[in-house]
Each structure stands twice: as structure tokens, then as C-alpha cells.
């Protein structure tokens, strides 16, 4: 079982940075594929980034390419989103996910993938 805590939300003006982070429980989380996911009401849950077990393999919705970071410290049991220039239209509820994966470094970018889900962190980006 692994547990997943999201912190660092919140409000920020266009062009500006914020930094998630998704802490987790359990002594398996090196061997997890984490991934990132955001949902505004009335809408699906969006994939955002995803990154396997090693931190080799990283990857990107359209939409953040070149703005967002996905990251992991293992000696900390934590993985990173780091948001710059930030829109209005990523204002949504950011989601950390993740899943067992063994050795296999493959990262994972549908929700159904997911075993795990964090309970979610605001972000308001204000134009």
C-alpha cells in the first residue's frame, strides 16, 4: 500500500511558478511509476506528466511541454511538479498518482493506470 500526500497549491498570478509536491508512504515507492494529473469541474481528469521508477524516462502532456518539470527524491519519497509561466488555463486540481512497475521503466499516462491517487492540491492561476 502507498499512501500519497499533494501540498503546494495555490493561488498565483499568469507567468508566475508554484512547486507540487506529493509525498508518499511505504518502502516500495523506488519501484513506483508516478504520475501527475489535474481535473476542473465538469471534466475529465487530464494527464499532465508522468515519470518511471528510475527518473530516467519522463513525459509530457502538450500543454506543459517546456513549462512543467516532473521530478522525484528518492531519500525523501517525494516527486515534484514544478509549474513555470503558468496560465489561466491551468487552473485546475492537481492529482499525484502512482503504481507499481518493478524494473520496467516505462512511465504510464491514463488515470485507469493508476493504482494510487493523492487527495488533490488547488491551483488558481489568476489572468
Known amino acids: 500500500q502507498v499512501q500519497l500526500v499533494e501540498s503546494g497549491g495555490g493561488l498565483v498570478q499568469a507567468g508566475g511558478s508554484l512547486r507540487l509536491s506529493c509525498a508518499a508512504s511505504g518502502r516500495t515507492f523506488s519501484r513506483y511509476a508516478m504520475g501527475w494529473f489535474r481535473q476542473t469541474p465538469g471534466k475529465e481528469r487530464e494527464f499532465v506528466a508522468a515519470?518511471?521508477?528510475?527518473?530516467?524516462?519522463?513525459y509530457y502532456a502538450d500543454s506543459v511541454k517546456g513549462r512543467f518539470t516532473i521530478s522525484r527524491d528518492y531519500a525523501k519519497n517525494t516527486v515534484y511538479l514544478q509549474m513555470n509561466s503558468l496560465k489561466p488555463e491551468d487552473t485546475a486540481v492537481y492529482y499525484c498518482a502512482g503504481r507499481g512497475s518493478g524494473y520496467s521503466k516505462t512511465y504510464y499516462v491514463g488515470a485507469i493506470d493508476y493504482d494510487y491517487w493523492g487527495q488533490g492540491t488547488q491551483v488558481t492561476v489568476s489572468s
Open positions: 515519470i518511471d521508477w528510475s527518473g530516467d524516462s519522463t
